[in-house]
């Protein structure tokens, strides 16, 4: 390649540069000015070649030259400009040549353009603000979403809903107690909704449901051939299925000592062997537990195991009964009452002396009873409007079963009742079943079929 063929190609690569390149003398005269600065600093050759960066800079011309600091220092020096011809802003760097006597023949000034960066960067910070604001709407919208489910008015409850939240965070085990029917499975979704776990399994196991004699297949599952009866492919039990989600063990006091025990290994290994299995394999949930008994009583009973309490009990939630969150008592009704007129196309409402009849009951069974009443007051009421003599706990109320019914209907009512008091005053299946002389399997069936229905 030739000389000429050198410095032409050293031309172009020197003109093609997206960075402005000057040149100057070891005197601050300018040699050299490459296309990319003329447009950055919107100066002409005319203005530059041939002209001292040491009167530019006097006359105003230049401000702060980058080559002028760079003779004086004799190093390279790096400063951000703005040039406010172009409104443009760059990063310059002045960079001496010496010769053997280490005199400064030359300055090789590097201008790189920073304002389409400075732009770039922008639009980035703004996209990084406009997705932050879409994930902070999308997170509140998401609260509020799993907040539609409870109406929380009661300061008391309001912080059990704070520190549900708080421990969902991480992955300790919750126990969560108060009397039937205050909402404590509620609580557990909303800790499992809230968790790094929200989109994987939540297994409910009522442990109070499952007769003794299935239990432990139940829970733990089966391998194939294990008993008479078994499904030629095995079964994964309750437990295996809640794997990489939540267990939620509601009625956890009713557990027998022998299922605590192997509750109790699970918890303690991360390993569970199924019936009839000779292999144990890995399961990993998070664990909420749920009771209306004193758990630390029938420790001190020898009912409950006390290994299997501390693990359970991590972090405890007391759930007050209904009548202790008076706050909540109105909202709640009127909650349930408009659910009621959604589902059955109805109009009813309250008036003032129905407010002072729910405010002044004690709510046994708490807000599963006041569920279960707003719809049978709102079902059977003859008019639009609900008084206080309409409620079932009211002294002055008429006899709500009705005269102009069958016997049938009527039986089917009295059952109804007695199936839903049952629960309310013993607080678990099992129990409940047992006091009106029911299989527990019949009874669940029944309290179910008549808790989705009217009365």
């Not at 019936?275 to 537990?289: H, M, N, Q, T």
């Not at 639009?384 to 002055?396: K, L, M, T, V, Y």
């Not at 102009?404 to 039986?411: A, F, P, Q």
Request: with cysteine; proline share 2%.
């Amino acid at each position: 390649m030739t000389k000429l063929e050198d410095v032409f190609l050293l031309e172009n690569a020197y003109d093609l540069s997206i960075d402005g390149i000057v040149i100057t003398d070891g005197n601050g005269i300018c040699l050299k000015v490459n296309d990319a600065y003329i447009r950055i600093s919107g100066m002409s050759r005319e203005q530059m070649i041939g002209k001292s960066h040491f009167e530019m800079e006097k006359s105003g011309e230049v401000k702060n030259s980058c080559v002028v600091r760079t003779l004086r220092e004799k190093r390279v020096v790096t400063e951000y400009v703005n040039y406010v011809s172009t409104n443009k802003s760059a990063l310059v760097t002045g960079t001496p040549v010496f010769d053997d006597d280490h005199n400064i023949v030359l300055t090789v000034m590097n201008v790189r353009d920073l304002t389409e960066l400075n732009e770039l960067k922008e639009h980035l910070f703004k996209e990084r603000e406009l997705r932050s604001q879409y994930e902070r709407t999308i997170a509140e919208l998401r609260q509020r979403e799993l907040l539609d489910d409870f109406v929380v008015n009661d300061h008391s409850m309001l912080q059990i809903l704070e520190m549900a939240k708080m421990v969902a965070m991480v992955d300790s085990s919750v126990l969560i107690t108060g009397e039937t029917g205050t909402g404590k499975e509620k609580i557990a979704k909303y800790i499992h909704q809230n968790s790094a776990r929200s989109d994987r399994p939540f297994i409910t196991i009522n442990c109070g449901a499952i007769p003794e004699s299935i239990a432990e297949s139940e829970l733990f599952g089966y391998e194939k051939g294990a008993f008479t009866g078994a499904l030629s492919t095995g079964k994964k039990g309750l437990i295996e299925l809640a794997n990489t989600g939540t267990l939620f063990l509601d009625e956890v006091g009713e557990l027998s000592l022998s299922m605590q025990v192997r509750l109790l290994r699970v918890l303690q290994t991360g390993k569970l062997m199924r019936v009839g299995g000779k292999k144990e394999c890995d399961v990993d949930f998070r664990l909420v537990s749920a009771t209306n008994r004193d758990l630390s009583t029938m420790v001190s009973e020898g009912t409950f195991r006390e290994d299997l309490y501390y693990r359970i009990a991590v972090i405890p939630i007391q759930v007050p009964p209904l009548r202790e969150r008076v706050d909540d008592i109105i909202p709640l009704a009127d909650h349930f009452l408009s659910d009621v007129n959604s589902r059955y196309n109805l109009h009813r409402s309250l008036d003032p002396s129905a407010y002072k009849a729910l405010l002044g009951y004690s709510w046994p069974g708490n807000v599963r009873e006041m569920k279960n009443v707003m719809e049978r007051v709102a079902v059977t009421n003859k008019g639009e409007r609900i008084g206080g003599a309409d409620f079932p706990f009211s002294e002055n109320r008429e006899e709500y079963l009705g005269e102009n019914i069958s016997l049938k209907e009527r039986l089917c009512q009295i059952e109804r009742e007695y199936i839903l008091k049952a629960y309310e005053k013993q607080g678990n299946v099992r129990k409940a079943a047992a006091s009106l002389g029911m299989a527990v399997t019949t009874y669940e069936r029944k309290r179910i079929a008549y808790m989705n229905r009217q009365p």
